[in-house]
């Protein structure tokens, strides 16, 4: 089974309206931790925001909000208020435990397009 | 700027060649991880190092390598190249690996194409 499932291989949306990128998960066990990174044309990975699964309140960091639903296996990112250089690849990541090092397991991501 | 530098940006060679790509983490971080990005296989884990010792791997294949020096930069070695091992290769760097919470650094990526 996929650990990691984004369904939405594309997206739009119009400059200054929000938009939601689903993320789903799959794990048992019960600490990990969810982080979206943003991959513009240039390639480079930006860290957005992160989510651990004891965290009891939905991460936010400036425009960037993770609609985390635990019992649903759910972290959302949602930006509000898109700007052009919004326009990107979005990929959802996990990281389980804390044994057997950090490695980050990825989705196949969302190609968002931010437009006038 | 993330502070992860990665070398060389771009890397052309040819099928059963071996290269080199070169990571240098950040400033203070003891973690190294190598991903590889390709169109058919998406963003996978390869390897993790922590502080000079190998911590956690992914689907590395046989024919690749790496090592993290006591200066802790690191260094991946791809060799018998196919043309499949065509990808984008990051280097990420942590802090360390025993919080939950380790936001990985990825650097610039080195683009290698195999012909």
């Known amino acids: 089974a996929q650990k990691i499932t984004q369904t939405q291989p594309g997206m739009f949306v119009q400059e200054k309206e929000a938009v939601t990128l689903d993320c789903t998960y799959d794990?048992?066990?019960?600490?990990?931790?969810l982080f979206w990174y943003k991959q513009p044309s240039s390639g480079e990975m930006i860290f957005l925001i992160y989510?651990?699964?004891?965290?009891?309140q939905n991460a936010t960091e400036g425009r960037y909000s993770l609609n985390f639903q635990k019992a649903r296996k759910s972290a959302n990112l949602v930006i509000s208020a898109s700007q052009l250089g919004d326009s990107a690849m979005y990929f959802c990541?996990?990281?389980?435990?804390?044994?057997?090092?950090?490695?980050?397991?990825f989705g196949t991501g969302t190609q968002l397009k931010v437009e006038l | 700027d993330s502070g992860v530098t990665q070398t060389p940006k771009h890397l052309i060679t040819a099928t059963g060649q071996r290269v080199t790509l070169r990571c240098s983490p950040r400033?203070?971080?003891?973690?190294v991880y190598w991903y590889q990005q390709s169109l058919d296989q998406g963003l996978q884990f390869l390897i993790q190092?922590?502080?000079?010792?190998?911590?956690a791997k992914g689907n590395i294949l046989e024919r690749f390598s790496a090592q993290q020096f006591p200066d802790l930069h690191s260094e991946l070695n791809l060799s018998s190249l196919e043309l499949g091992d065509s990808a984008l290769y990051f280097c990420?760097?942590?802090?360390?690996?025993?919080?939950?919470?380790?936001?990985?650094?990825f650097g610039p990526g080195t683009r290698l194409t195999v012909l």
């Open positions: 794990t048992s066990d019960p600490s990990y931790g």
């Open positions: 989510q651990g699964s004891y965290d009891q």
């Open positions: 190092y922590y502080n000079g010792e190998e911590r």
């Open positions: 400033s203070g971080d003891l973690s």
């Open positions: 990420a760097s942590s802090l360390n690996e025993a919080s939950s919470y380790n936001e990985q650094f």
């Open positions: 990541a996990m990281r389980e435990g804390s044994g057997g090092g950090n490695k980050l397991t």
